[in-house]
C-alpha cells in the first residue's frame, strides 16, 4: 500500500511543480509588463507635456506644432515636420527657412 502511494506522489509532484513553477513566472511577467507601461505611459506623457509648448495658434491654419518658418513643418497639431517629427525643432540639421508672402 505504501508503495502505491510513493509511486502516485512521485508521479504528481512534477506536475505540481511545474504548475507554480509557471504560475510564479506568469506573476514576475505581469508584474514586469505593468512596470514598463507605467514608464512608457510617464514618457509619452512628457513627450505631451514638451510638445504642448512647442504648439502656436495660426489664424486661418489651427494649432500647428513646431517651428511654422520651417519649410518642412508638417502644418499639423499632431505632427512637428515631415523629416523630424517628434522633434526638436531648435538645432535640426534639416532646418530649411522659407519666407510668407
Known amino acids: ?3 502505491i502511494i510513493l ?4 508521479g504528481l509532484l512534477p506536475p505540481l511543480l ?3 513553477l509557471l504560475q510564479r513566472a506568469e506573476i514576475r511577467a505581469q508584474n514586469r509588463l ?3 507601461m507605467a514608464a512608457v505611459e510617464r514618457r509619452s506623457l512628457q ?3 514638451r510638445a504642448s ?3 502656436r495658434y495660426v489664424e486661418g491654419m489651427g494649432l ?3 517651428d511654422i518658418t520651417c519649410r518642412f513643418n508638417a502644418r499639423s497639431a499632431h505632427l512637428r ?4 517629427p517628434l522633434g526638436p525643432c531648435q538645432d535640426c540639421r534639416y532646418y530649411e527657412s522659407i519666407e510668407f508672402s
Not at 515636420?81 to 523630424?84: I, K, L, M, R, Y
Open 1 to 3: 500500500m505504501i508503495e
Open 7 to 10: 509511486v502516485i506522489t512521485l
Open 18 to 20: 511545474s504548475l507554480w
Open 34 to 36: 505593468r512596470v514598463a
Open 47 to 49: 513627450n505631451l507635456r
Open 53 to 55: 509648448s512647442d504648439q
Open 64 to 66: 500647428l506644432t513646431g
Open 81 to 84: 515636420c515631415a523629416v523630424n
